[in-house]
């Protein structure tokens, strides 16, 4: 193994792994700009929100 | 705060309702638990910053350590670092996950049982660092300096009770989507674990002593023990690790808090959901890469610290991405920020995210870093991430949180308002005075005059110039915890507010289906191609793919392990596997037994912290140093003892540049050698005897690593070896000056080491037939 690896070229592993981020990124966009509707997204997003309010919780608090 | 986006987006989509079909469940969250780590947040906090303004003051004047060994900075600074990043960040960003994992899968945590397991373990972890660190018990490898017994305890934790119920929680849920905060959230549970375990690989003393003579070592070395790397590979895994728990403990999991308290404090959704997943993969993807920028112009291999270069300077992006999605969450609210303090908090925590995340990438290119290394510059940048970024972000969310945790309304928002301002001018003071400390020792080091001579040639000059800086440095850290303490106050009379009961809101919720089948994936657009090409785009090109995963727990976990360990593989195999990465000096010789003892006492007194043992090519190193360091050199160094930060000189050539003698009155009494000296004293080392018995172990333990030690393994030999070296330095010792009677003494063994370091490359290397451990 150490032969092997010794013999590489030591710009190869700089080389493949931007090659494999770059897909990793390609797949990622592919996600964000064709996947879903604009409205499933706007649920996903609005997931935090959607909670109803516990009745003790208050907003908006006064100063003592 | 029903949100009406919510219900319009459901009600018009009801094909992701659908998706959960199962019986309406009812269930009641656990925000006990919460409470539980929000109080240790803050009870942490404050510990954690109480003991940085201690030793910062120790640093503009010695004499605060109170000349003890237990409280001197090296002793103290790791205490200080894990209490802030373990114990503070540590317990918020579990009092965010407790409390936001159960709402974003409406479901209680899975049990109660490993919650509670997983807050009492973790309260113990932090006490247990609390009483080994300031006693010298260390493996020195900063941010992952508890010893194995406690490694072993944080692995059972994180793993065992932490993970286990987080995954299961989601396996649990009552949600089918998992919102962007559970996906950070994930990231930083399972990278976590892997850095850790990697990190501390070591071999313990006592397994070592066991297993060769059946018998435990006593006392503190019960918990010593050594990396199975060395040299410039320990190098390598530390910072692989020390920068991945930035990205995956101090980064990701604020990002998760970020993703869901900003928009319940602003009462609306993020800014841009699809910017929020580029955020999420190009963090994972790039951070992993950055860690050798920690390691620029040392002895690690060009292309290793060319690579994290890069990566670190492409992290700008999705840093910055992630950062304007959040402020542009408030966009049209920002009325809202004037008037409320969580809003405040937030804002300035993001704005300090994006500083630090400009900061970083910029430290990371090699000519910036040339200037900034081993200075203060480094430590500003930490501070502005910690305290701006992680402290903020976590008071924002305590103060969003103690309302909802206690029933009741906030005790006083005027007493909010004073710790938000008074920590912002506490963050300022710190950083704009240790970046000027930083940028003026920096460019000390590498002034020459018109003669071509170094212009600061006596290091102590760089040290004493950056006096007036260190004190504005104590005011803002005492003004930051004074805020922290106001937090806690009111945290304490909000708590004593409460309801003679708390309610227990019973929500419900359908249970997800059992069966779930996957949308299908969009026809396809082509209209003549191979089947193959069709399900490449329909399922690959479209998508569809990671849609299904952000359904799926375990295939998005895998899938984020897999980018993890991809990144890490490229970088860290090669250096392993690569002989000519580590060209071996045939003059290199193991340390004898004794500078292997006095080294260990290096360790322990946490000298690290203060000095390096590296020389960078460069040409004022060089002069002031001498010859710059070599991968070589370390090939026997476990831990390596590089260090970060040159509060004293490097010490990478120490060996016969002072005599015997100068080395003892100095660690003596520093100031009495150098009036203006900051270094703390080591008087102890003068009264302390050498465990002479403990060392044949350490030698066999060495051994066992693969150090070639020859004959000195052999039962007694090692002893004999060190009792004699000692002897030769006793002697040498008296002939100088006015010690007598030090030759069992544990500065004998320091000074060993002292005057071995870095003379291996100016000696012949030894006869073939020579055993290979005399000294």
């Not at chain 2, 993807?285 to 270069?309: D, E, N, R, V």
């Not at chain 2, 170094?454 to 005011?475: D, G, S």
């Not at chain 2, 998508?543 to 976990?557: A, M, Q, S």
């Not at chain 2, 009495?672 to 465990?691: C, E, F, G, K, N």
Request: proline letters at 6%; hydrophobic letters at 50%.
């Amino acid at each position: 193994m150490s032969e092997l690896m010794s013999a590489m070229q030591l710009t190869t592993f700089p080389i493949v792994a931007l090659v494999l981020f770059l897909l990793a990124f390609a797949a990622v966009l592919a996600r964000i700009f064709r996947a879903g509707s604009r409205a499933e997204m706007d649920r996903h997003a609005t997931l935090p929100l959607d909670e109803p309010i516990p009745p003790t919780s208050t907003q908006h608090t006064r100063s003592h | 705060m029903h949100s009406p986006v919510a219900h319009a987006a459901a009600a018009t989509h009801p094909t992701t309702v659908a998706a959960s079909e199962g019986r309406m469940e009812q269930f009641v969250y656990d925000d006990a638990i919460v409470r539980k780590f929000v109080l240790a947040t803050i009870v942490w906090g404050i510990v954690a910053m109480l003991a940085g303004v201690f030793i910062a003051v120790q640093l503009a004047w010695p004499a605060a350590n109170l000349g003890l060994e237990w409280t001197s900075f090296g002793r103290l600074r790791p205490l200080h670092t894990n209490a802030a990043i373990f114990a503070f960040a540590g317990n918020a960003i579990f009092a965010a996950i407790y409390y936001s994992t159960q709402r974003l899968c409406k479901a209680r945590m899975w049990s109660d049982r490993l919650s509670n397991l997983h807050f009492w373990g973790w309260q113990a972890i932090i006490v247990s660092a609390a009483l080994t660190l300031p006693f010298g018990i260390t493996q020195s490898k900063e941010y992952a300096e508890l010893e194995w017994p406690i490694d072993l305890a944080i692995a059972v934790v994180w793993v065992g009770f932490f993970a286990t119920n987080f995954f299961m929680t989601l396996k649990h849920r009552r949600e089918r989507h998992m919102y962007v905060a559970l996906w950070f959230y994930i990231a930083t549970i399972v990278t976590v674990a892997i850095l850790h375990v990697f990190n501390n690989l070591t071999l313990p003393l006592a397994v070592a002593q066991f297993v060769s003579s059946g018998t435990w070592p006593s006392g503190a070395d019960l918990m010593k023990s050594w990396p199975v790397y060395a040299g410039v590979q320990d190098a390598f895994m530390q910072w692989w690790y020390g920068h991945n728990a930035v990205a995956f403990f101090l980064t990701t999991p604020f990002l998760g808090l970020m993703y869901y308290f900003l928009p319940k404090a602003a009462e609306r959704p993020v800014y841009s959901y699809r910017l929020s997943i580029v955020h999420f993969w190009s963090l994972v993807f790039i951070y992993i890469w950055a860690g050798p920028h920690h390691l620029h112009y040392t002895a690690l291999p060009q292309w290793a610290s060319t690579l994290g270069m890069i990566f670190s300077v492409m992290l700008w992006m999705p840093s910055w991405g992630g950062g304007i999605n959040g402020l542009l969450t408030l966009r049209g609210a920002w009325n809202k920020v004037t008037a409320d303090p969580v809003l405040k908090f937030f804002v300035v925590g993001i704005t300090f995210y994006m500083m630090a995340t400009f900061e970083g990438p910029m430290l990371s290119i090699k000519s910036v870093n040339a200037l900034s290394h081993y200075t203060d510059w480094t430590i500003a940048h930490v501070h502005s991430g910690a305290l701006g970024w992680n402290g903020f972000m976590t008071f924002g969310m305590l103060y969003w949180l103690f309302p909802r945790l206690f029933q009741t309304e906030i005790w006083s928002r005027k007493l909010v308002s004073a710790h938000f301002w008074l920590s912002t001018v506490g963050i300022l003071l710190y950083v704009l005075a240790i970046y000027a400390a930083g940028i003026t020792q920096g460019l000390m080091w590498r002034a020459f005059d018109e003669f071509g001579s170094l212009k600061w040639p006596e290091f102590i000059e760089t040290v004493t110039v950056l006096m007036p800086m260190y004190w504005i440095r104590v005011l803002g850290g005492l003004l930051y915890v004074t805020g922290i303490v106001m937090c806690g106050i009111n945290a304490f009379m909000t708590w004593r507010n409460r309801p003679a009961k708390y309610a227990e809101v019973v929500h419900s919720a359908p249970a997800l289906s059992a069966v779930y089948v996957d949308p299908p994936p969009p026809p396809s657009m082509l209209t003549s191609n191979t089947d193959w090409g069709k399900a490449v785009e329909t399922k690959v090109l479209s998508g569809w793919f990671h849609r299904v995963w952000e359904r799926k727990p375990f295939k998005f976990t895998v899938f984020t392990v897999i980018a993890v360990l991809v990144a890490s593989l490229f970088e860290i195999v090669p250096t392993f596997l690569i002989r000519s990465n580590v060209p071996t000096i045939a003059s290199v010789q193991p340390y004898t037994p004794l500078e292997l003892l006095g080294r260990d006492i290096y360790i322990a007194e946490g000298c690290y912290n203060c000095h390096s043992q590296m020389i960078r090519p460069m040409w004022a190193e060089r002069k002031r140093y001498g010859e710059y360091s070599k991968p070589g050199e370390f090939v026997y160094d476990r831990p390596f003892q590089w260090g970060s930060r040159r509060i004293g000189p490097d010490l990478a050539r120490e060996g016969g540049r002072q005599s015997h003698d100068w080395h003892v009155r100095h660690f003596e009494n520093p100031q009495a050698v150098i009036p203006q000296s900051i270094m703390p004293s080591y008087a102890h080392l003068l009264r302390q005897t050498i465990d002479f018995d403990a060392i044949q172990h350490r030698v066999n333990a060495m051994a066992m690593l693969g150090v070639p030690y020859g004959k000195a393994v052999r039962e007694g030999q090692a002893v004999e070896l060190a009792m004699q070296q000692a002897r030769e330095i006793n002697e040498q010792l008296e002939s100088q000056g006015d010690y007598r009677g030090l030759h069992d003494k544990k500065i004998i063994a320091l000074v060993a080491y002292m005057q071995r370091l870095g003379t291996d490359l100016t000696r012949p290397p030894p006869a073939p037939d020579e055993p290979a451990a005399s000294p």
